[in-house]
């Protein structure tokens, strides 16, 4: 099961799916608020979000990019039992200090609240704003994939900011440790704000989890370079096999 990061939909992974399909059933979902998935509920939060992966993935390894890898975090948390293999892409096990933790979550608001007063008129212009930040101004128009982001709605990423953005998630760093699934850890060279973290994760999640930093690729490295994403997955997912 593939999950997708903030703004982007289960089109996003397309890229990534014709390179499994030939040995593996494939399965894509959009995240609450996202593409044709319902609004999420006011108090959802990520772990309510996490049964609702587990409903649709049922057993099967799962794999994440950035809102969508901190989901699997809670999900593999929660139900270990569904999840054979997890892997998280430009993950974030939580903010830790709670001032900022705070900023976050009243930045995530006033993003939520900017988006709404634009409506879906202005999701292009909040899309295109999105894109030209620094984590991903880098990208050429295919890895963007910005007419994927177009579908969806401004309310949809304003309920997805207040439900799942990174101020609503109670660090998780203490319980990486629970984490007994192979876990592989990938993140971009040149992300230098998720790098530290990756490795970190890698280390706290113990001998079970593989560290796996991606040449010529940045926070977006799935999507960045999606060929040398797939030989790590199928890598990764026929070891021991």
């Not at 006011?42 to 799962?62: I, N, Q, S, W």
């Not at 975090?73 to 998280?88: E, I, K, N, T």
């Not at 608001?109 to 634009?118: D, K, P, T």
């Amino acid at each position: 099961m593939l999950v997708h990061g903030f703004t982007q939909t289960a089109g996003s992974w397309a890229r990534v799916c014709s390179g499994l399909e030939d040995r593996f059933e494939v399965v894509t979902v959009e995240l609450p608020g996202h593409g044709r998935s319902p609004m999420p509920e006011p108090a959802m939060g990520l772990f309510k979000a996490a049964e609702a992966l587990a409903r649709a993935g049922d057993a099967a390894t799962y794999v994440g990019y950035s809102l969508g890898a901190r989901h699997l975090l809670h999900l593999a948390l929660q139900q270990p039992d569904l999840v054979a293999r997890l892997v998280v892409v430009g993950a974030h096990p939580g903010i830790e200090d709670a001032e900022q933790r705070r900023q976050r979550l009243e930045a995530d608001e006033l993003l939520a609240s900017e988006i709404e007063r634009g409506g879906d008129d202005k999701v292009p212009e909040f899309v295109d704003a999105w894109l030209a930040g620094p984590l991903f101004a880098h990208l050429s128009q295919e890895q963007a994939d910005r007419a994927s982001r177009l579908s969806n709605t401004a309310a949809g990423l304003a309920a997805s900011l207040r439900t799942a953005g990174t101020g609503t998630q109670a660090p998780l760093w203490d319980r990486l440790h629970e984490l007994e699934m192979p876990v592989l850890v990938v993140v971009g060279e040149s992300d230098d704000k998720f790098r530290p973290i990756a490795a970190r994760t890698a280390e706290l999640i113990g001998p079970n989890a593989r560290l796996a930093v991606m040449a010529g690729a940045g926070h977006a490295a799935c999507f960045e370079r999606p060929d040398d994403f797939v030989f790590l997955l199928r890598e990764f997912l026929t070891a021991g096999t």
